[in-house]
């Protein structure tokens, strides 16, 4: 299954991606963290692209779109993928299409102020990329990580001027795709209007809508 996961940023995307990798086992693939990991390798591209993420703003098509080109060949892409953060733009979109076909479009509503809350509560693993909530979904042991015992970091995006950008960039750039996969009748839509909604029930509701594409 070849699966898109749509939202703002904060809607949870990666956080349910991360547990539908584990009931699909098709790779979760994030363009955020991969851009993080050339930031952080200090690679040439790294040290390109590190200006626009610092900032909020899209890391440019072209780039982008061979990062995920090169990434989609790797063969534990066969099966299937999830991909979470691509495509943010339309040409991303007619990008994919010639790369890939895509079976679901999962988008994910939420409410403004819950993506605000999450996102400024937002904790992340340095090590394995596990994501923590401090309101709704607390590591055991305060800064470290459960899965790995790595240790949990505030994204330097998630601070609020930070945030308000990155909703402005989801806004102008990438909310259009919602009617570009509506039309093309690819989209499912998943509402989460509550901040305590643990990720099983979301990730519950996600595997239904799979299931149903499955047997059509
Ligand atoms: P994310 O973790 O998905 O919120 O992504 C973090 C940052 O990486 C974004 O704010 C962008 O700067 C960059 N980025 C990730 N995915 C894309 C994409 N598909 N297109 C352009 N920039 C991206």
Redesign the pocket.
């Known amino acids: 299954m070849k699966i898109v996961m749509l939202g703002p ?1 904060g809607a949870g995307k ?1 956080t349910y991606a991360s547990r539908l990798n584990v009931s699909l086992g098709i790779p979760h693939i ?4 991969m ?2 990991d050339e930031i952080k390798a200090q690679t040439e591209l790294g040290k390109k692209i590190k200006q ?2 610092d900032k ?4 440019p ?1 072209d780039i ?1 779109i061979q990062l995920l080109a090169d990434r989609l060949k790797k063969p534990d892409c066969k099966k299937g993928f999830i991909l ?6 339309i040409n ?1 979109a007619e990008a994919l299409e010639k790369i890939s076909r895509i079976d679901v479009v999962v988008n994910i509503k939420v409410p403004d102020d819950i993506i605000i809350t999450r996102l400024s509560n937002r904790v992340t693993c340095k090590k394995c990329g596990a994501i923590y909530n401090l309101l709704t979904l607390k590591p055991k042991k305060e800064g470290i990580c459960d899965n790995c015992g790595g240790e949990l970091y505030l994204r330097y ?1 998630d601070k609020p001027k930070v945030i308000q950008e ?1 909703l402005n960039v989801y806004r102008k750039n990438t909310e259009p795709l919602i009617k570009y996969y509506r039309d093309k009748r690819l989209l499912k839509d998943i509402q989460c209007n509550d901040l305590m909604t643990p990720p099983e029930v979301i990730v519950a509701q996600i595997l239904k809508i799979l299931e149903k594409i499955e047997k059509k």
């Open positions: 940023p990666g994030s363009t955020g963290d851009v993080r626009y993420s909020g703003e899209l890391v098509d982008i979470d953060g691509f495509p943010r733009t991303q995006d990155r």
